[in-house]
């Protein structure tokens, strides 16, 4: 653990903030925030975020620091406003990053069908990344949508969502660097890359890699993120085309949790229609950074038709429980990713896999780590999923036992329940 603090945010100490606000394009709410449970704190002993502290994100807001916003460029000020006060964000209605369409973020001389023809395997081949003018103009145009469509949470904040249909869609929540954040009651639409680069030499065939993460937990201690709703909304991988014989991807993550981040609890999210969702730790050569850090708590979300990462796992102590997985019929490729020095503890989670789909590729072995993965359920029935999974897949065995018991848990359910309890509990505007 690290040091225990005696300060948190607003919470405990006293303000001594400036009477005005801040010139903005935001409505300053004139009702008490708690009213829309915006000044909520994580409970004690609720997963790690509760640990060291706590995590309270911007419950000690002033009135002046309290915002209703309805446009992405208002969120943008209001996160950007009065550097260092704690502020309660409240979204009323839905969000667009991308409103302008993809045209709008084009550096001039850019052209697709010039790209597509230009790097064609048949012409680039597939030995060599793609290099020169309308690569260089894609990274350009790439640049100008990131510039536009992530915006920078600061610590002691809470953004929540208000009223019906509050969410964000084309947007990416940066958390990079600070301390004290809580997102709930949002629903996130999955930003869309306009740009997708192509990689000749990334596997066998080829592929079309994207940026832009829902959300982005990067090198930020104490994360509460609840009640969330992540999905590819209106542009689901299945509506994407495809060159070059392989789909053109244009979503990455829904939620990374990377690069040295700590104490992050994500409780009672649904996470739905994706592919690559949910990854804890970026890279196998990050140790230095994230060793001894990456400890992340998963209880009460749901994980419907997703592909994989739920989550991946490298270097975190990260402990998933009482989650409901509702495994897609087809492209399955597993749930739990056991990474670089992974120390992951998955109990009394519910799975519900179709027919055709073995419990074994609940679990996929990346790394030698060990797991903890006892008291779950799989359609119904108690299935020890580690040795289903090395009795079917002997050429990748699991260890058993990852070597620490988790202790911050508040609420625990019977598995069998959760289908039922959280399919009217779980995701954005279902908080009781």
């Not at 915006?38 to 620091?65: E, F, K, N, Y």
Request: with cysteine; aromatic share 8%.
């Amino acid at each position: 653990m690290t040091t225990t603090r005696t300060r948190r945010g607003a919470v405990r100490r006293s303000l001594t903030l400036l009477a005005g606000c801040t010139a903005l394009v935001v409505a300053v709410t004139s009702a008490p925030a708690s009213a829309a449970g915006a000044r909520d704190v994580l409970p004690p002993r609720d997963g790690w975020a509760s640990a060291d502290g706590g995590t309270t994100g911007g419950a000690g807001a002033d009135r002046a620091h309290t915002y209703t916003v309805t446009t992405w460029g208002q969120l943008r000020a209001a996160l950007a406003d009065d550097p260092g006060a704690p502020r309660v964000i409240k979204v009323k209605g839905t969000l667009n990053a991308t409103a302008a369409g993809c045209a709008a973020f084009e550096a001039d001389g850019y052209d697709f069908d010039r790209y597509l023809a230009d790097y064609d395997p048949a012409v680039w081949g597939r030995d060599t990344p793609v290099s020169g003018a309308q690569e260089d103009l894609r990274a350009a145009s790439a640049a100008r949508q990131g510039a536009a469509i992530k915006a920078y949470v600061p610590a002691d904040t809470t953004i929540v969502g208000v009223g019906r249909n509050a969410g964000i869609t084309g947007g990416s929540l940066q958390i990079q660097g600070v301390d004290n954040v809580v997102v709930r009651d949002l629903t996130l639409e999955s930003p869309l890359d306009c740009f997708p680069q192509w990689d000749p030499t990334d596997g066998a065939t080829g592929a079309w890699n994207s940026e832009y993460d829902s959300m982005v937990v990067h090198g930020s201690t104490h994360v509460w993120v609840d009640h969330n709703t992540f999905t590819d909304g209106a542009h689901p991988d299945s509506s994407l085309p495809s060159y070059y014989g392989e789909i053109y991807q244009q979503h990455d993550g829904e939620l990374d949790v990377v690069r040295g981040a700590d104490l992050v609890t994500a409780s009672w999210n649904v996470f739905a229609d994706h592919d690559k969702t949910l990854m804890i730790g970026n890279s196998d050569s990050a140790g230095a950074t994230d060793r001894g850090k990456l400890r992340v708590t998963l209880h009460h979300n749901v994980f419907r038709d997703i592909v994989e990462r739920a989550p991946r796992v490298r270097f975190g102590q990260v402990d998933a429980y009482n989650n409901h997985y509702i495994v897609p019929a087809g492209g399955y490729q597993y749930s739990f990713g056991i990474g670089q020095e992974s120390r992951l503890v998955a109990q009394k989670n519910a799975f519900t896999l179709p027919d055709g789909v073995s419990a074994a590729k609940i679990l996929k072995k990346w790394k030698e780590a060990p797991v903890t993965a006892d008291a779950n359920y799989v359609n119904g029935r108690r299935v020890d999923l580690i040795a289903v999974h090395n009795a079917e897949l002997p050429e990748e065995t699991l260890a058993s036992g990852a070597g620490w018991t988790p202790s911050l848990r508040t609420r625990v359910d019977d598995p069998r329940k959760l289908p039922g309890l959280l399919a009217h509990q779980a995701g954005a505007g279902k908080r009781r």
